[in-house]
C-alpha cells in the first residue's frame, strides 16, 4: 500500500505558476510509474490527464493543454514528484490529484486513470483571471 499526499496547490493569478509535489510516506516513488490528473469544477467532473512519468524517470508526456508549461519530474531524495506549473490560465483551476502505478513497463507512460492504482486526496489550484 502506498500513500500519496499532493501539496502545493493555492490561489494565483493568470499568469503566476505553482509547484505541486506528491509525496509517498514510507516508499520511493522510483519503483512507480507516476501521472497528474486533474478534476474541474462543474458537472462533468471528469478525471483529465496532465501529465506522466515512466517507471524509470526516462519518459515524460503531456496532455496539449500543459505541454510548454508544465513539467513533471522526480525529486532527487526519489520519493517526491513534482509537477512545475507555469504561465497559468483560468482554465487550469482544477483539483489535482498524483497517481502511482507499481508494475509497469519501462518504456511506456501510463496517461489513463485506469492505468493508475494508488492515487493522492488532491490539492485545490484556482487561477483568477
Known amino acids: 500500500q502506498v500513500q500519496l499526499v499532493e501539496s502545493g496547490g493555492g490561489l494565483v493569478q493568470a499568469g503566476g505558476s505553482l509547484r505541486l509535489s506528491c509525496a509517498a510516506s514510507?516508499?520511493?516513488?522510483?519503483?512507480?510509474?507516476m501521472g497528474w490528473f486533474r478534476q474541474a469544477p462543474g458537472k462533468d467532473r471528469d478525471f483529465v490527464f496532465v501529465?506522466?512519468?515512466?517507471?524509470?524517470?526516462?519518459?515524460?508526456f503531456y496532455a496539449d493543454s500543459a505541454k510548454g508549461r508544465f513539467t513533471i519530474f522526480r525529486g532527487n531524495t526519489k520519493n517526491t514528484l513534482y509537477l512545475q506549473m507555469n504561465s497559468l490560465k483560468p482554465e487550469d483551476t482544477a483539483v489535482y490529484y498524483c497517481?502511482?502505478?507499481?508494475?509497469?513497463?519501462?518504456?511506456?507512460?501510463?496517461?489513463?486513470?485506469?492505468?493508475?492504482?494508488?492515487w493522492g486526496q488532491g490539492t485545490q489550484v484556482t487561477v483568477s483571471s
Open positions: 514510507g516508499r520511493t516513488l522510483s519503483n512507480y510509474a
Open positions: 501529465a506522466a512519468i515512466n517507471g524509470i524517470g526516462s519518459t515524460t
Open positions: 497517481a502511482a502505478r507499481p508494475r509497469y513497463d519501462e518504456s511506456t507512460v501510463y496517461i489513463g486513470r485506469g492505468d493508475y492504482t494508488y
